[in-house]
């Protein structure tokens, strides 16, 4: 059974940083689209950033650019989102997603239902 299990949430105030993991048991993070969405309470759930693992290629949503950076590492099969400056409409549930054997697209990575394998979420708690 694949496991994808996201570690790093937490409380911060604003303007401070957190590192989000996702690691996968079981299923190795091999050419596959990855990515991390959020939902706040009251919203619908939205892509926030994603990459191709072993190609590196990654997207984010516009409200992160410049703050967040998705990366990868493949002796860990884990797969890292670094949020620094963070803002209160930060806080949101995060989650972690895999869709197997493809790369990640333009206008399709944001898509949820795209992805076959999920993580149980993390908090993250920005504070003003």
């Known amino acids: 059974q694949v496991q994808l299990a996201e570690s790093g949430g937490g409380s911060v105030q604003a303007g401070g940083s957190l590192r989000l993991s996702c690691a996968a048991t079981?299923?190795?993070?091999?050419?596959?689209?990855v990515a991390w969405f959020r939902q706040a309470p009251g919203k619908e759930r939205e892509g926030v950033a994603s990459?191709?693992?072993?190609?590196?290629?990654?997207y984010y949503t516009d409200s992160v650019k410049g703050r967040f950076t998705i990366s990868q590492d493949n002796a860990k099969n884990t797969v890292y989102l670094q949020m620094n400056s963070l803002k209160p409409e930060d806080t949101a549930m995060y989650y972690c997603?895999?869709?197997?054997?493809?790369?990640?697209?333009?206008?399709?990575?944001?898509?949820?239902?795209?992805?076959?394998?999920w993580g149980q979420g993390i908090q993250v708690t920005v504070s003003s």
């Open positions: 997603a895999a869709d197997p054997g493809k790369v990640c697209l333009f206008g399709r990575w944001s898509h949820g239902p795209s992805y076959n394998y």
């Open positions: 079981k299923y190795t993070f091999s050419r596959n689209c």
């Open positions: 990459i191709t693992t072993g190609l590196e290629g990654t």
